[in-house]
Antibody
Framework: QVQVVDSGGGLVKPGGSLRLSCAASGFTFSDYYMNWIRQTPGKGLEWISYITGSGSTIYYTDSVRGRFTISRDNAKNSVYLQMSNLRVEDTAVYYC????????????WGQGALVTVSA | DIQMTQSPSSLSASVGDRVTITCQASQDIRNFLNWYQQKPGEAPKLLIYHASTLETGVPARFRGSGSGTDFTFTITGLQPEDTATYYCQQYENVPLTFGPGTKVEIK
C-alpha cells in the first residue's frame, strides 16, 4: 500500500536552517511528482514547492524561493526540503504529498511535520 | 496568482441533510479543480479531482460539479463522520492554490 512519511520538524531560531525528509513506499516513486504543502491557522493551505519524477523540473512559490531547496533521491524513494534563513512566518505544519503528472491532485499525504520558528 | 474563494466559511447541518459548498476562482480554470476533506489532526484527503471525478474509495454521497470559475461540492445525506473542513484547490496555473476552507459541523 502507498505510504508517505514526513520527518524532520522541530524548533529553530529565526535565520536558522532545517531539513525535512519524506519517505515513500508502495508505488513507483520516479513516476510521480512530489510536493511540499504547508498549513498555518492564519494562511490555511499553501503549496510551496514541487519536483518532477526525474527531478528535472522544480518550482517554488515566491514566499520561499531563494531560501528553500527541494530535492529527491529516487534510489531511496525520498524527497527533501532544505529550509534556510527561516522566518517566524514559516512556522507551519509541512506536508509532503504525491501527485501524478496527469492530474495535479494530491492523492497521498504524509502525516505532517511541525516546524516552529521562534527566538 | 489565481485566488480561490469558498462559501460559506462554516455551516451546521443535521444528519441526512444535503450540504452544498461553493468555490469560485478568480479566473477561468476550466475543470482543473480538486476537493479535499480534512479532519482535525489529520492530513487532507483527496475526495474529488478534475472537478467531478470521485477518487477511488470515496463514498458516492460526495459529488463535485462546475467548470470555468464556479464550482459546487455537495454531500447528499450528511453523515456524522463527514464533520471536517473541506477545501477546493486549482491546478490550472502555478502556483497551485487552495480555497480558505469550509467547516462542516453536525447539529
Amino acid at each position: 500500500q502507498v505510504q508517505v512519511v514526513d520527518s524532520g520538524g522541530g524548533l529553530v531560531k529565526p535565520g536558522g536552517s532545517l531539513r525535512l525528509s519524506c519517505a515513500a513506499s508502495g508505488f513507483t516513486f520516479s513516476d510521480y511528482y512530489m510536493n511540499w504543502i504547508r498549513q498555518t491557522p492564519g494562511k490555511g493551505l499553501e503549496w510551496i514547492s514541487y519536483i518532477t519524477g526525474s527531478g528535472s523540473t522544480i518550482y517554488y512559490t515566491d514566499s520561499v524561493r531563494g531560501r528553500f531547496t527541494i530535492s529527491r533521491d529516487n534510489a531511496k524513494n525520498s524527497v527533501y526540503l532544505q529550509m534556510s534563513n527561516l522566518r517566524v512566518e514559516d512556522t507551519a505544519v509541512y506536508y509532503c504529498a504525491r501527485s501524478s503528472p496527469a492530474v495535479w491532485a494530491f492523492d497521498y499525504w504524509g502525516q505532517g511535520a511541525l516546524v516552529t520558528v521562534s527566538a | 496568482d489565481i485566488q480561490m474563494t469558498q462559501s460559506p466559511s462554516s455551516l451546521s447541518a443535521s444528519v441526512g441533510d444535503r450540504v452544498t459548498i461553493t468555490c469560485q476562482a478568480s479566473q477561468d480554470i476550466r475543470n482543473f479543480l480538486n476537493w479535499y476533506q480534512q479532519k482535525p489532526g489529520e492530513a487532507p484527503k483527496l475526495l474529488i479531482y478534475h472537478a467531478s471525478t470521485l477518487e477511488t474509495g470515496v463514498p458516492a454521497r460526495f459529488r463535485g460539479s462546475g467548470s470555468g470559475t464556479d464550482f459546487t461540492f455537495t454531500i447528499t445525506g450528511l453523515q456524522p463522520e463527514d464533520t471536517a473542513t473541506y477545501y477546493c484547490q486549482q491546478y490550472e496555473n502555478v502556483p497551485l492554490t487552495f480555497g480558505p476552507g469550509t467547516k462542516v459541523e453536525i447539529k
